[in-house]
């Protein structure tokens, strides 16, 4: 069970119902608990209550069900961000949302020929980079192409990152385990980008040859004590959207 998080009145209520929504507590087509209960959980009024509820229904997560009820909706356009992808796999050990499964999961050595990754990351550009990548996919229609851009001295400690295939655990556990370096992260921060041609194949998307389709991209800086040691880029299908910000 979350825990009661922190903020406003109505976004107290509407955070801890979207957090039961995205670890599967609730789930499509379930219902919410009562205003009433809500309303007792928070010594929160009707109105603050009404005002989560509609939140949520904007946010497209839910919806007003003849005969029951406010119900969990399918979502079939929404996506997990990567902080709370993360936040699931240390609360659950299930980094899914209800829905969402991974594939294509690959890893390689690489040149990085990206300025701004190279920056993050404490890099020259062009130097060797751990590529790993996978696609997210939503009731079985890719929605997300994950790239985690690892400093090459993280192999040292961990050289299973350069292993194909899904993880049977976190790389950052393994690499605290074996270093007792703890990693930690900066805030997420969301940004738009033209997709390069072979993310485009990744999330299935049909565009003419040379195409300039722009796309949201999450990123996530991951540091420990010697500097940043990852730096974690979800690029969403166009026509996606996510709603799990993080709380202050």
């Given at each position: 069970m979350p825990k009661t998080p922190r903020g406003t009145p109505h976004t107290q209520i509407a955070d801890y119902l979207r957090e039961l929504i995205q670890d599967g507590a609730l789930s499509p087509g379930q219902e919410l608990p009562s205003m009433?209960?809500?309303?007792?959980?928070?010594?929160?009024?009707?109105?603050?209550?009404?005002?989560?509820?509609?939140?949520?229904k904007t946010e497209g997560l839910t919806y007003a069900k003849q005969g029951v009820g406010t119900v969990v909706a399918e979502r079939p356009r929404v996506a997990a961000t990567g902080a709370a992808r993360l936040k699931r796999l240390q609360q659950t050990g299930n980094p899914f949302a209800p829905g969402e499964t991974s594939a294509d999961h690959r890893a390689r050595l690489v040149s990085c020929a990206d300025a701004d990754v190279a920056e993050n990351l404490g890099i020259e550009l062009h130097d060797e980079?751990?590529?790993?990548?996978?696609?997210y996919l939503r009731n079985g229609k890719p929605a997300v192409v994950a790239l985690?851009?690892?400093?090459?001295?993280?192999?040292?400690?961990?050289?299973?990152?350069?292993?194909?295939?899904?993880?049977?655990?976190?790389w950052q556990e393994l690499y605290t385990e074996?270093?007792?370096?703890e990693i930690t992260r900066s805030?997420?921060?969301?940004?738009?980008?033209?997709a390069a041609t072979n993310e485009l194949e990744l999330l299935g998307v049909q565009a003419p040859p040379n195409a300039a389709v722009p796309v949201l991209v999450l990123i996530n800086v991951f540091h420990d004590e010697d500097g940043p040691i990852e730096v974690?880029?979800?690029?969403?299908?166009?026509?996606?959207?996510?709603?799990?910000?993080?709380?202050?």
């Open positions: 009433r209960e809500m309303g007792d959980r928070f010594s929160a009024s009707p109105g603050t209550v009404n005002k989560a509820f509609q939140l949520l980079i751990v590529l790993r990548t996978r696609t985690s851009c690892i400093h090459p001295r993280a192999s040292i400690s961990v050289p299973e990152i350069l292993e194909p295939g899904p993880s049977e655990r976190f074996r270093t007792g370096k805030p997420e921060r969301r940004t738009a980008r033209l974690w880029e979800d690029v969403y299908t166009p026509g996606y959207w996510q709603v799990e910000g993080e709380r202050p």
